[in-house]
């Protein structure tokens, strides 16, 4: 049974950090590839980043490109959204995905493993 458990969200200020975690289990994330993504209310599910199983590269949405940063610990099998210079506009749920059928995607729908999600607030 595959769980993506994720952990690390919460209320921040403006200017401020949070690193969010996913931990992996039924599935090893050096094999699939990992991505997050986060919904906003009334708002569809966006493609925050993605790391490729394959050779460990990444690839950030234009809107947090340089403020954030995802990676993953093979042995510890969890990935990790790195958040810098929040700004209210990232309050969302962060979702932890996974796929093993796409190299990698920007796509909900092209990831078959989800987490139950984090919440992030960022306060002006």
């Known amino acids: 049974q595959v769980q993506l458990i994720e952990s690390g969200g919460g209320l921040v200020q403006a200017g401020g950090s949070l690193r969010l975690t996913c931990a992996a289990s039924g599935l090893t994330v050096r094999s699939n590839t990992m991505a997050w993504f986060r919904q906003a209310p009334g708002k569809e599910r966006e493609f925050v980043a993605h790391l490729a199983w394959y050779d460990g590269s990444t690839y950030a949405a234009d809107s947090v490109k340089g403020r954030f940063t995802i990676s993953r610990d093979n042995a510890k099998n969890t990935v990790y959204l790195q958040m810098n210079s929040l700004n209210p506009e990232d309050t969302a749920v962060y979702y932890c995905?996974?796929?093993?059928?796409?190299?990698?995607?920007?796509?909900?729908?092209?990831?078959?493993?989800w987490g139950q999600g984090t919440q992030v607030t960022v306060s002006s």
């Open positions: 995905a996974a796929t093993g059928r796409f190299s990698v995607s920007g796509r909900p729908q092209d990831y078959n493993y």
